[in-house]
């Protein structure tokens, strides 16, 4: 996810609201951490704020859902829009460790799975960006052992797995 979330910002540059108003809400919230808070957990929090502008990982996922069903058609490579609960919630899982978390996470199975799938989207959109067809990428991809188990025979993306 981090991997996806480095490209997405590099790609679709965008905040919830402009700079300007930002920064009023920004300031208005570092003005609001008590006075005598300790340094370390100042500085944290400063920090939370400071992304609180950019889009969530659930909404980047959604619009990378979409753009990816644009591109190649439904479910593409078994990527489905009901899974995206499923990975924002493994990845905070994996970041902040709470406990009610825990059921609602991938497997490690499936977590190994959907890092490989992500990694071949990743692929995909990065090919696409510099102009290199989805057919000559379909071709390379086929080639890949750990990416052909997203793809039918044909090269053409296979049926979705649902994730356990």
């Known amino acids: ?21 930002f920064k009023e809400v920004y300031d208005a919230m570092v003005g609001a951490i008590p006075q005598g808070t300790a340094n370390g957990l ?14 969530s990982l659930r909404k980047r996922l959604k619009l990378f859902h979409d753009f990816l069903v644009s591109l190649i ?30 059921d609602k996470i991938l497997s490690p199975s499936s977590t190994v799975r959907e890092t490989e799938r992500f990694s071949m989207l990743l692929v995909v959109c990065l090919l696409h960006e510099i102009g290199v067809t989805l057919d000559q990428t379909r071709n390379g991809l086929f080639l890949h052992d ?10 053409a993306p296979a049926g979705p797995e649902t994730p356990t």
């Not at 100042?42 to 889009?55: D, F, G, L, V």
């Not at 593409?76 to 009901?82: E, L, M, N, T, V």
């Open 42 to 55: 100042r500085q944290k929090m400063k920090a939370a704020i400071q992304y609180a502008n950019e889009p």
């Open 146 to 155: 750990k990416f052909r188990r997203f793809m039918d025979g044909k090269g």
């Open 73 to 102: 058609g439904s479910e593409p490579y078994g990527f489905k829009s009901s899974g995206i609960e499923q990975l924002v919630q493994t990845r905070n899982y994996f970041t902040h460790y709470p406990e009610d978390l825990k």
């Open 1 to 21: 996810m981090q991997a996806f979330e480095a490209f997405d910002r590099k790609v679709n540059p965008g905040t919830l609201t402009s700079p300007e108003k």
